[in-house]
């Protein structure tokens, strides 16, 4: 499990995946029908993007008595945020040292405070609107298994602690198998995310907002001040608002300050319901994170597995199956029963991007992207900035969330395509792979029953060759994390447009 197993070519054929493809949390989210937007309309605000940030922003304004209009692509609260472990916490990993280390003590406790008051507008929020979203008190900790990490763990305690977070040092964490030391952050939270969106969407649309969903953004221009084009309508605003994970548009270029990151979760029958009491993730690589939940058949236990950059893997089906493994061999559990992959995108001081990235050129457009993996507490808490700077209001975190920080231009890493094939007859059927037809890169999808679908393999953001993910059956983008479903449409971007069709 430490190693570097050799993979498989993406388009091989596979070995059935354990449990269903779907997050845990969207299946069971109650459904919602917001209308396309297929008119022109006007707004103080417009939002660009139906997650934890987007549906934040909006909510706070119209609490203010502003005027929001909010698109999402797709449907509310089903893409990142609704594919995410949904942990309400301050403890993110080891953070806390490294940031005193590398931004300073003040910069440090400023990301504390955020993210606390984060989680602290979730649960007044859930309280005051009466969200339905499974939310449940939970200890948080990170644990280690290897001894000569416990030093790191003291510094992270110590350092939280002198930040004004509560944090203890234990010998060990409360779970099934052997840990060398752990640390401890209690009354903390989890919750189903998707049915939480859902139960601040509906709050929105009481105070007087607006939601289209199946509405992408597919041109961002200025007009009076801002307009947003769809497929079928438009929006004009004073205000713009890019909230769609890497942004679609910005006026200061985000991509090459991030790098696309993804990772898979899967959600097990729980033999014992009180297998474990907490939220947990190793402080050591290969990481992983475990908490329990539910759907509608009952309790669950999920668990993500380690990272990887997005589009850099040719057989994430593979990782599916070495994860099962690893909880089979370290915890007593019963059938898989959800699989997923979800994407973020990291920053290199692990701070997230959040602001007006150029107010003299460009006032009134606004930004949120670079969560490393904890978007719940500091998009809650991105959301409300960007509602206070729209409301005239300053932030103590403006500096630290600043946009256009200094970042080190060697960051960002682009990769090539893992799912390149010699000829049509190496893809299996319900797979894909990508032809090169002389100078030409083609991506091929052949569907159950072995009918092909070709479209170009260039990403239509920056023509990055794709990657076919061999479980989630999409094409990725192994520069800046643009992923498209197999039939080539825009499941998110930074790429507003589909893969366009070509002939094989």
């Given amino acids: ?42 707004a103080e605000t417009v939002v660009v993007g139906g997650g934890i940030v987007g549906l934040t922003t909006a909510l706070r304004l119209c609490e203010e008595g502003r005027s929001v209009v909010l698109l999402e692509g797709l449907s509310v609260g089903r893409q990142v945020t609704g594919r995410s472990t949904a942990k309400i916490t301050t403890q993110h990993r080891l953070i806390y040292r490294d940031l005193i280390d590398t931004r300073g003590e003040e910069m440090a406790r400023l990301y504390a405070e955020a993210n606390r008051d984060g ?23 990170v644990y280690t298994r290897d001894a000569a990490l416990r030093p790191r763990i003291e510094a992270e305690a110590n350092a939280a602690r002198s930040l004004g977070l509560t944090a203890e040092m234990l010998d060990r964490a409360p779970l099934p198998f052997d840990t060398a030391a752990a640390l ?47 497929d079928e309508g438009e929006v004009e605003a004073e205000n713009l608002v890019v909230a769609t994970n890497m942004t679609v548009k910005s006026p200061v270029g985000m991509a090459n300050r991030t790098q696309p990151r993804s990772h898979i979760a899967m959600a097990f029958r729980l033999a014992d319901e009180k297998l474990i009491d907490g939220m947990f993730i190793s402080a050591e690589d290969p990481g992983h994170s ?20 997005t589009g850099h893997e040719g057989d994430v089906a593979g990782r599916f199956l070495e994860l ?25 001081d692990r701070v997230p991007y959040v602001g007006e990235p150029d107010p003299e050129k460009a006032p009134g457009f606004y930004i949120a992207t670079g969560f490393n993996a904890w978007g719940i507490s500091n998009g809650t808490a991105a959301g409300a ?9 300053d932030s103590p975190w403006k500096a630290l969330y600043d946009p256009v920080r200094p970042y080190p231009e060697d960051f960002h ?65 192994p520069c800046h994390g643009s992923i498209f479903s197999a039939d080539g449409s825009v499941i998110h971007g930074p790429a507003r447009e589909p893969l366009r069709p070509a002939s094989l």
């Avoid at 493994?325 to 290199?348: I, K, M, Q």
């Fill in 1 to 42: 499990m430490q190693g570097s197993p050799v993979r498989r070519a993406g388009a091989q054929p596979m070995p059935e995946l354990p449990g269903e493809a779907g997050s845990c949390w969207t299946v069971t989210a109650p459904p919602t029908d917001f209308p396309v937007l297929r008119e022109a309309v006007r």
């Fill in 290 to 309: 475990l908490r329990t939940g539910r759907d509608a058949a009952g309790p669950l236990l999920i668990v993500l597995g380690p990272r990887f950059d």
């Fill in 413 to 477: 890493r682009n990769g090539e395509s893992r799912s390149i094939v010699t000829s049509v007859a190496d893809i299996a059927a319900g797979h894909g792979g990508v032809l090169v037809k002389g100078d030409e890169k083609i991506a091929v999808w052949k569907d159950e029953t072995g009918q092909t679908h070709a479209f170009s393999a260039a990403c239509t953001h920056k023509g990055c060759i794709l990657t076919w993910n061999n479980a989630d059956r999409t094409w990725d983008c």
């Fill in 119 to 141: 989680c602290d507008l979730i649960d007044r929020w859930v309280v005051s609107y009466g969200v339905e979203c499974d939310f449940e008190r939970r200890d948080a900790y």
């Fill in 184 to 230: 401890r952050f209690p009354h903390q939270a989890q919750f189903n995310p998707a049915a939480y969106l859902v139960g601040i969407a509906r709050a929105f649309i009481a105070h007087g907002g607006r939601i289209f969903e199946n509405s992408r953004a597919r041109v961002i221009e200025e007009g009076n001040r801002w307009r947003v084009r769809t």
């Fill in 385 to 393: 900035m960007i509602a206070d700077q729209i409301c005239g209001r």
């Fill in 324 to 348: 099962e493994d690893w909880v089979r061999s370290n915890l007593f559990v019963g059938d898989a029963v959800w699989r997923w992959c979800n994407e973020d995108y990291d920053t290199p």
